[in-house]
């Protein structure tokens, strides 16, 4: 039988143990984002020399055309959703500070950099914040630092625009199914949203987005509820700029099959043998032409052109 001062010492301890775990987790997680920090400004300072490019190192395809698209935006003109507005509206305020600037385009660019830089470590240690109960999150911490992904895609906009916001909404989406708050949902709908905006291919995320969210609260009484949360802020980011653009040009088309096309010629990049003396990008775009047919011929189809020389595309996934 436990004595009086038995069962005082067995209620004590649970009272000290208790208040000392939480001190040690929350120590435990403070001393993982101190370690997190400073390794991502370390990689920053290693990898410091592809913020500040020359007016040469500058991508005239992507990066160049997304500053002028900021630009022009700050004069009023929209891009069509498909053109990555989100994209368009990050380079309008990176080049704001620098409007009136010789060299505008080059500061520009370096900031923009910066950011994409930054927001790539943020979003991924957001996810792996949230798989904490299954791994530690400095193993994103020790990927992030020795791979070059996060700085080989800077000079790609929309690359970097798109898988931050993407994985954000992901971070949101493991969350929810952690706490089950629909505050949560709303949160991974406007990342998702976002990102979308970056890119189309936000738009497969969405309706992944919905699904999921119909898988995880299928059971419950309300599941339409968080369904709805789910997908409210994304229908609105999306319909609302299409609808935006539509009043303001009259033309209500997302435009994602005629960029999708574009993207499918831009890829036959990736067989093609050409001197490039010209541009790669702008000589396989002119093979794939030749060899798929024109955009108006097969009516802006990726299939339709696909089905008239499969042969040729098979290359491609080999």
Do not use: C
Request: aromatic share 12%; hydrophobic share 50%.
């Amino acid at each position: 039988m436990n004595t009086d001062r038995e069962k005082g010492a067995d209620g004590l301890f649970p009272r000290i143990l208790g208040p000392l775990e939480v001190a040690l987790n929350r120590l435990a997680a403070n001393r993982t984002l101190t370690i997190s920090v400073a390794a991502f400004l370390i990689n920053f300072y290693l990898v410091s020399a592809a913020f500040f490019p020359n007016l040469s190192e500058i991508n005239a395809w992507d990066e160049a055309t997304y500053v002028n698209g900021g630009r022009l935006l700050l004069d009023g003109h929209w891009p069509r959703l498909s053109n990555s507005p989100l994209g368009n509206v990050f380079y309008a305020l990176a080049s704001f500070p620098y409007a009136d600037t010789a060299l505008w385009l080059v500061h520009s660019v370096s900031l923009g950099r910066v950011v994409l830089f930054a927001l790539l470590w943020i979003s991924a240690m957001a996810v792996a914040w949230q798989l904490s109960d299954l791994a530690s999150p400095l193993i994103m911490t020790g990927l992030l630092f020795v791979t070059k992904i996060p700085v080989s895609i800077l000079n790609f906009p929309s690359d970097p625009l798109f898988v931050a916001f993407a994985a954000l909404g992901f971070s949101q989406l493991l969350a929810f199914y952690r706490t089950r708050s629909v505050n949560r949902l709303w949160l991974a709908s406007v990342f998702v949203g976002l990102s979308a905006m970056a890119r189309n291919d936000g738009l497969i995320l969405g309706v992944a987005l919905i699904a999921a969210t119909l898988l995880l609260t299928l059971r419950e009484r309300n599941f339409w509820k968080p369904l709805l949360v789910s997908a409210a802020p994304f229908v609105i980011l999306i319909g609302g700029y299409v609808l935006f653009y539509g009043l303001r040009t009259g033309d209500f088309a997302m435009g994602t099959i005629e960029r999708t096309y574009d993207n499918f010629e831009a890829g036959h990049q990736t067989i093609y043998g050409g001197a490039g003396e010209i541009n790669p990008v702008l000589e396989a775009k002119l093979e794939a032409r030749r060899v798929f047919g024109t955009a108006e011929e097969n009516r802006y189809s990726v299939f339709r052109a696909i089905l008239r020389n499969p042969s040729v595309y098979l290359q491609r996934l080999v």
